[in-house]
């Protein structure tokens, strides 16, 4: 009968390294994460949460401001920066707001943070 080989635990010259498992990002995680930064060229999905500003972006420096998320809604103001003029929409999930240059609309909304998606005038 053969002699078992014992279970090594330990890193050993053919294993010098352990491998841990990685947890996949949870389904529906915005493709630019929560950088929102990555909304600077006028196309973005992160997750954001109420103070966050998005942009300015585009021709009329449009700055997108999360105000609040709650019950369900995202409330955001948006600053057309270079035309002076403003406005105001709640999102609630899945819904899209369209404006002159952009769209923007609000997916996964939690009790403090949403998906943001921004991107041209057409969901």
Partial sequence: MPTPTPYVSEPTELWP????????????????????????????EVRAKAGDTLGPIGKN??????????????????????TGGSATVTLKDNEFAPFPEFSISADDVEEDQAVITIGPDEP
């Fill in 17 to 44: 390294t352990v491998i841990e498992p990685v947890e996949p990002e949870p389904a529906g995680y915005p493709s630019d994460g929560s950088d929102i930064s990555a909304c600077l060229d006028g196309t973005c």
């Fill in 61 to 82: 420096q449009t700055v997108f401001s999360i105000m609040s998320i709650k019950g369900g809604a995202v409330n955001i103001t948006i600053d057309f920066t270079k």
